[in-house]
């Protein structure tokens, strides 16, 4: 006989796997980084280059620990100005596993960047992209296995291609950006009586300003506003300390949703870690199985010897 605690655990699981499969046909929407600012590429195809050099980075989010099948991303980018005045380029790969379902996005980012004033800059980007779905159902927790012959199909590989696009627009404080990084609304299942899941446009708008407080520290309030049809506004607000160009910290909050700390340290010019730690603040996050979500963050940016050649401050 199951204990209530595998019984609540089967059914968290198909709960998760059901948002997954089912729910997603209303509006899917793309994963979620609560260190976005230091992932901006991913969101926003505009900001490939704009860090003035060859800039990597590594991104790990587990969401939502302690429940099955719960939410869980790699992702990881590069991008760097191209040899002609103006362009960028950059790769950017997100494996984004929810229950049964695994998405991979591989994408390709250019960017054009118009000199506006010696200290403002305004970026227009494109995000062409491949999509690959893969959905194992051999994963469920089905109370009786073979009950129902749909969920032995399995999806391996599911190939759709996308595009996005974005504009970003930044000085040596200020920066402001708009994007959509997948504009083709492709449906998924549309064969099968299983699902149908459909992949809506996610709008993003992220913007943050930085103040000089005194020679050591920086203050930097940012905010990212994601938009998708069929789903809640997501809003976050984040305001993050940066002392002696080294130590990062900070807290952020998503609208109805969760609270965060973030920490980060740069090791040197070139390397930062940083991490963060969500709490739920809605009836999810008073679950005896969510232990709350963690990410964790690598950038290597390649600097050469003149500090002078960082087109905008290490804050963003």
């Known amino acids: 006989m199951k204990t209530l605690a595998q019984i609540l655990r089967t059914q968290t699981n198909l709960l998760l796997v059901f948002l997954a499969t089912v729910g997603i ?13 230091y992932n901006t590429v991913s969101v926003n195809p505009a900001y490939a280059g704009s860090r003035g050099h060859l800039s990597v980075a590594a991104l790990y989010r587990a969401q939502w620990l302690g429940l099955d099948g719960a939410p869980e991303t790699q992702t990881f980018n590069l991008h760097s100005p191209l040899g002609y005045n103006g362009l960028g380029g950059g790769i950017s790969v997100v494996n984004d596993v929810i229950g049964p379902t695994a998405e991979t996005y591989i994408d390709f980012d250019i960017s054009y960047t118009i000199q506006l004033d010696f200290d403002k800059q305004l970026s227009f980007g494109l995000k062409p992209s491949a999509h690959l779905l893969n959905i194992d159902f051999n994963k469920l ?20 291609p996308n595009v996005g696009a974005g504009v970003y627009y930044h000085t040596d404080k200020f920066y402001a950006g708009l994007s959509v990084p997948r504009i083709l609304e492709t449906t998924h299942f549309e064969s099968s009586s299983l699902s149908t899941a459909k992949e809506e446009m996610n709008w993003y708008f992220i913007s943050g300003y930085v103040w000089d407080l005194n020679p050591d520290l920086k203050f930097k309030p940012a905010v990212l506003s994601k938009m998708v049809r069929g789903a809640p506004l997501q809003l976050d607000l984040s305001a993050n300390f940066m002392y002696s160009e080294r130590f990062v910290g900070g807290v952020a909050y998503r609208w109805d949703a969760a609270v965060s700390a973030m920490a980060g340290f740069h090791v040197n010019e070139q390397l930062m870690i940083a ?8 009836e999810l996050g008073s679950t005896a199985f969510n232990n709350g979500s963690f990410e964790l ?15 905008s401050p290490r804050f963003f």
């Open 25 to 37: 046909s209303y509006a899917q929407q793309d994963a979620q980084y609560t260190q976005y600012m």
């Open 275 to 282: 991490m963060a730690y969500d709490r739920e603040i809605t």
């Open 297 to 311: 963050i690598l950038r290597y940016d390649f600097i050469g010897g003149n500090r002078g050649t960082l087109k």
């Open 141 to 160: 927790n089905q109370f009786q296995s073979g009950q129902d012959d749909l969920l032995q199909q399995n999806i391996d590989n599911k190939f759709s």
